[in-house]
């Protein structure tokens, strides 16, 4: 008897130690980040039936490098910069790092709505690009899957159609950019309208395999050079005490 | 007859003309002495360290660097109710920036606010405060600027309206409410407070936007420090003089140096402007420096302030409030108004919440914002952005409730209040 209340004495203390771990490495990040959740939804899991962008489960580098993006004018959305303004490189870092690590499951796809033509256009961009316009395939970055690569390319999955064919539109006027050599910058410069549109389409009504875990490391030979993959990213400050 | 009467008349006007037309142009020239040969001062490393901790407390770079732009290359808009004035280039390019100037010049600039070619320079520029900085400073603050990788970037064009665009509006600006420094401003009971009294007045420049201007955008000498519109008449400069806004005569002075330096004390955390502030200047400020501030700041005389008091606002807004209060804030905020220590601020009693002018709350809600990350502070909490979530009518209700609420008894936001907030911030 003895025995069994010191066995389970151990088991609460083990217990207990297992949720400090957790408080500790929490790291109260999650309240942290409650300006990013107010229109990223719940742990950064937007669905793609609002404009905003799901942020939980993209690689960390990916995030890391779209909120400096923000704040130097890269991307142009005021109310991003403007958050984020005074924030330092290693607070951003541990602010990507924090929603890279919320593996959490994607909702279904929405409804396909495009014309069956758009879809099969916007499926052959993806998966074949355009050698005659020099258009690689999204697969050759974005992986097999899709779903990204760590730590830098992101998942295009479980995006809303609005977002997706913003963003590729914006990278065409030159709206959005990323550090030099921009090479989707260069991509979307070869794309028209209705490609854009096409892709938007069908990427958006695709289902998210394996719950969109980005694959372990990028393929040894990309089509581009993109100054993206070469940043240096900060040591993670979630650790340290404030 | 006509003729008679005319003469003399316009004799006296033309003399009148002509005295004015020298004032102006002698009181431009106040203070001013000749430049030097212009053989650069001797620097050393110790020098341009210097000069580098002092660029920091002027906040140089905050204006003079464009967001993800090289430091210093200047091209940021400043915005001034009568247009916008763009930064100059501060790197030592021969053809865009500071490349020909000598020490001489560069004092000039600073002390008498003309630029290397003679022209007048616009007050954006603070030079209303800089002029209390001394020769040896502005001389470390040059060599340091010296030292930095020139950039060739051309400097914008200034966008103001006319009148404002010209240089004679700008003399007669600065013949009404500009005198250069003469050191006697600082001169204060003990050491510290006369470095304290140096820093606010001279490189912090504090003034610049904590002081009321009149309608012609000149410093008002009969309120110094007593609060004013900011950036467009989007943020209101608390009062360092009222207690009942961002004085500090009542607090400990850790506190005083943590809110300089961190961004963030017991009692209150910094945002909008102040925030840039604290994030790219006051907290790299020296011990011994941000003892001087504070110090200065505690004992700057308080004016008692009337308590603000306002109709109550129309039946069902406060409902209306309360319901926005626990759905959208009370998360953080507590549903007492009591907030949680270390991370999100109380409401209850809080002097910004209560302050008569609502403007940073409106601002506050429709933005949101991040405390600055310091070294003392290097992962701020931060207030959501609600600009998109709730409408005008949502945040005058949400803010006349909290004002209302746990024994604040400040006046209610109007609608207007904030539907102007959300223009001047250009959203």
């Known amino acids: ?242 | 007859m006509k003729r008679r009467i005319f003469g003399p008349i316009a004799l006296a006007a033309a003399a009148l003309v002509a005295v004015a037309v020298y004032a102006v142009s002698a009181l431009n020239r106040l203070g001013e002495t000749p430049l030097g040969s212009g053989s650069p001062a001797a620097t050393s490393p110790e020098v341009v360290a210097r000069g580098a901790y002092l660029a920091r407390i002027g906040d140089c770079a905050s204006c003079h660097t464009q967001p993800g732009g090289a430091d210093y290359a200047g091209g940021r808009a400043i915005r001034t109710p009568f247009g916008a004035v763009y930064s100059s280039n501060l790197t030592p390019d021969d053809a865009t920036g500071l490349g020909h100037w000598t020490p001489d010049e560069f004092w000039r600039a600073l002390h008498n606010g003309r630029s290397r070619d003679g022209r007048l320079l616009y007050p954006a520029f603070p030079y209303t405060e800089y002029t209390h900085v001394t020769r040896e400073d502005a001389d470390a603050i040059f060599s340091y600027l010296r030292t930095l990788a020139p950039v060739r970037q051309e400097p914008a064009r200034h966008q103001l309206d006319f009148p404002y665009s010209t240089q004679a509006a700008l003399a007669v600006w600065r013949a009404l409410y500009f005198r250069p420094g003469s050191g006697e401003v600082t001169q204060q009971a003990s050491p510290e407070l006369t470095r304290g009294a140096y820093l606010t007045q001279g490189l912090g420049h504090c003034a610049a936007c904590h002081t009321p201007r009149n309608a012609l955008g000149g410093l008002r000498s009969d309120a110094p420090l007593g609060g004013g519109l900011v950036e467009g008449d989007a943020w209101w400069a608390p009062s360092l003089t009222s207690e009942a806004q961002a004085g500090v005569s009542q607090w400990a002075e850790d506190d005083v140096v943590a809110l300089l330096t961190r961004g963030v004390s017991a009692q209150a955390g910094v945002s909008g402007p102040m925030a840039e502030v604290v994030f790219s200047s006051l907290q790299y400020l020296d011990a011994e420096d941000a003892r001087a501030m504070a110090a200065w700041l505690r004992q700057l005389p308080q004016r008692a302030e009337t308590a603000a008091h306002g109709k109550p606002p129309p039946a069902g807004v406060l409902e209306r409030g309360h319901e926005i209060y626990h759905d959208q804030c009370a998360q953080c905020h507590g549903d007492e108004g009591q907030g949680k220590p270390g991370a999100f601020p109380a409401l209850a009693g809080n002097r910004a919440v209560r302050m008569a002018e609502p403007l940073n709350l409106v601002q506050i809600v429709l933005h949101g914002g991040y405390l600055p990350a310091t070294a003392g502070n290097p992962r701020p909490y931060g207030m959501p952005p609600f600009r998109q979530s709730l409408s005008d009518d949502d945040v005058a209700a949400v803010l006349s409730y909290i004002r209302d609420a746990w024994g604040n008894g400040a006046p209610p936001v109007g609608i207007v209040s904030v539907h102007r907030a959300r223009e001047r911030a250009g959203s």
């Not at chain 1, 990223?40 to 960390?60: L, M, Q, S, V």
């Not at chain 1, 005659?132 to 295009?156: M, N, W, Y």
């Open chain 1, 1 to 242: 008897m003895r025995n069994f209340i010191r066995s389970a004495l151990l088991a609460c203390l083990c217990c207990m130690g297992a949720v400090w771990a957790q408080g500790a490495s929490q790291d109260a990040m999650a309240d942290r980040v409650l300006p990013c959740t107010a229109c990223h939804g719940e742990e950064g899991r937007a669905t793609p039936d609002g404009y905003f962008p799901r942020i939980a489960g993209k690689p960390a580098g990916y995030l890391y490098n779209q909120l400096r993006n923000f704040r130097e004018g890269r991307r142009s959305y005021p109310q991003m910069a403007y958050l984020l303004t005074h924030l330092t490189d290693g607070y951003l870092y541990a602010m990507a790092s924090h929603f890279s690590e919320l593996q959490l499951p994607y909702a279904a796809p929405a409804p396909a709505t495009a014309p069956q033509a758009v879809l099969e256009r916007g499926e052959a961009l993806v998966r074949h690009g355009d050698a005659t316009r020099d258009l690689p395939a999204c697969q050759q970055c974005h992986g097999q899957k899709l779903t990204g690569t760590e730590p830098f390319i992101p998942s295009l999955l479980g995006l809303s159609r609005d977002y997706l064919s913003s963003q590729l539109g914006a990278w065409r006027t030159g709206q959005r950019h990323a550090p030099a050599p921009d090479c989707m910058a260069q991509i979307a410069r070869h794309l028209s309208l209705d490609d854009v549109q096409a892709v938007a389409a069908w990427l958006s009504v695709q289902a998210v395999p394996d719950d969109g875990k980005a694959a372990a490391h990028a393929p040894d030979t990309l089509p581009l050079r993109c100054g993206s993959l070469q940043v240096q990213l900060p040591p993670d400050q979630r650790g340290e005490q404030r």
